[in-house]
């Protein structure tokens, strides 16, 4: 659980366009299973982002051009950046 909490903490500091926001955390839920049995559970609730995985867009579509690729290259390593100097560390 403590490693739970720490990822739960670096997730709420997280704001940016291109990393998705968690909305909520709840440490104990019940969840119901369709049998009727039910347990606590804990539950992340994330912001719904729409369009699909870019994996998925890749498998259909094929490889991107190297002007696209280089678009999601930067915007990949400027959220790194940002996101390792604001938890002084290498994740």
Known sequence: MRILQK???????????NIVNMVEFHKSVDYVKKNGAS???????????SGGEVFDYVKITGRFSEEIARIYFRILIESKIKFTSRFNSCV
């Open 7 to 17: 990822e739960i903490d670096i997730l709420s500091q997280l704001k940016h366009t």
């Open 39 to 49: 347990y606590k559970v804990v539950a992340i609730v994330m912001e719904l982002v």
